[in-house]
């Protein structure tokens, strides 16, 4: 977009947008970076997917640095599905052949920067939105146009989100995930 209207205008041109996805029609989220966790973490994750009375299931290997993010995604028979990583100079995607062509990796991302990054982080990454985080002691929602368009619901082991249970739900775009993490040692 922003190239076509570069070159009809001329001299015209705009900065590139930071990563990000649609987490709802018409809401942008701008991808944090991996340094806006604030720590470095590995964990293994059970995710379970509901999607129009289908459910799905898969293992991901997520490790975070400073510099990196990267998601592994395994289906059930342990074949690698998915492979992205985020840095600073983009995201990354090596996907299988077989991986599903409706699943954006970038959204992939969204999700798991909206459940585990800090506060701060999600703000800044809804602040060329309207949309704003709402945040207690058991979850946070997101809110575009007075309703809520993503819930996220926190079990944790030690007050720790990344060793527990979180259920994320997408109201724009009608699915649910339960993701039970465990946090590998270092």
Request: proline share 8%.
């Amino acid at each position: 977009m922003a190239l076509v209207l570069g070159s009809i205008s001329g001299a015209c041109t705009a900065p590139p947008l930071e990563p990000g996805a649609y987490i709802a029609p018409e809401l942008r989220f701008a991808l944090p970076r991996p340094r806006d966790l604030g720590h470095s973490v590995n964990a293994v994750q059970l995710v379970t997917a509901h999607y129009r009375g289908d459910v799905q299931m898969f293992e991901a290997h997520l490790s975070v640095s400073p510099d990196r993010m990267t998601l592994i995604g395994l289906d059930p028979f342990g074949r690698r599905a998915l492979t992205v990583t985020l840095t600073d100079t983009g995201i990354d995607i090596d996907k299988a052949p077989w991986f599903p062509q409706a699943l954006r990796p970038e959204n992939i991302l969204a999700d798991v920067t909206i459940i585990y990054w800090p506060e701060e982080a999600v703000r800044r990454g809804l602040a060329r939105t309207d949309a704003v985080l709402r945040s207690d002691a058991h979850g946070r929602s997101i809110i575009a146009d007075g309703r809520e368009v993503v819930r996220v619901d926190y079990a944790p082991t030690a007050g720790d989100a990344w060793a527990g249970t979180a259920h994320y739900r997408n109201d724009a775009f009608g699915y649910e995930l339960d993701l039970r993490s465990a946090v590998d040692a270092p």
